[in-house]
């Protein structure tokens, strides 16, 4: 488990080059001063911004392979998951979906900033955003998981992995699911708080439950 700031700036150094984390360095930087004129985070967080949100977002890595397509997240608000996935891992596709203007705009001056060219911020509700297949479907705080699954159905394929951190509602919201849709996915307990929880997908279980 991850206690403190200091083991959460060597967790995510073991997952990434000097580069990433002088990327994470600007972005951490960038952030706390944004954070002065709209609240993209909780103000109490800001001290342990490695522990809370980077390391927690850096930790999803571990859950899926190196060569993947597409990288989807849902909401991105201040950048958690998908921005931090795509400082860590440049050379990987990543769509930041984000519907609110102030935050589209700080996340594309971010990825303009730290030259995140496999970055895009998708700046519209996803139910505007045109269907393609994603490899990875990452949502934070998007949605209570019914609907969320709804959602980006349509994105999805049988060998797609969701990667939805829920924080300590993650069992109470899975046992809410159809037991067809509650089989695709399993609690992977979180890094960064022994009483969290990371929803999972098994694709080989999401093409079962499609196929019902």
């Known amino acids: 488990m991850i206690a403190d700031e200091t083991e959460a700036r060597a967790f995510v150094a073991g997952l990434c080059d ?5 990327r994470l360095e600007r972005f951490c930087a960038l952030l706390a001063a944004e954070n002065e004129r709209q609240n993209l985070i909780a103000r109490a967080t800001v001290p342990e911004l490695w522990r809370r949100h980077i390391a927690d977002s850096a930790q ?7 060569e993947t397509g597409p990288w989807l997240d849902l909401g991105t608000g201040a950048g958690f998951p998908g921005l931090v996935i ?12 984000e519907s609110r203007r102030r935050r589209v705009e700080w996340l594309q001056s971010v990825t303009e900033a730290l030259d995140l060219q496999r ?3 998708l700046g519209a509700r996803l139910e505007q955003i045109p269907s393609f297949s ?25 060998d797609t992995i969701w990667l939805l951190p829920k924080g300590r ?10 037991v067809s849709r509650r089989k695709m996915f399993h609690v992977k307990q979180s890094l960064t708080d ?13 093409a079962t439950a499609k196929a019902r």
Do not use: H, N, W, Y
């Not at 000097?18 to 002088?22: K, L, N, P, T, W």
């Not at 999803?60 to 190196?66: A, E, I, N």
């Not at 069992?171 to 809410?176: D, F, N």
């Not at 022994?194 to 080989?204: K, Q, R, T, Y």
């Open 18 to 22: 000097g580069a990433a984390m002088e």
């Open 119 to 121: 970055c895009v911020v």
């Open 169 to 178: 509602s993650a069992k109470q919201e899975l046992e809410e699911l159809p």
């Open 134 to 158: 994603a490899s990875v479907i990452s949502g934070r705080a998007f949605a209570p998981l019914p609907r969320l699954l709804s959602l980006s159905a349509r994105f999805s394929t049988s």
């Open 86 to 97: 795509a400082m860590m891992q440049p050379d990987r596709d990543v769509r930041l979906v």
């Open 194 to 206: 022994p009483e969290s929880g990371i929803l999972v997908s098994d694709p080989a279980r999401t």
């Open 60 to 66: 999803l890595l571990l859950l899926v392979p190196r």
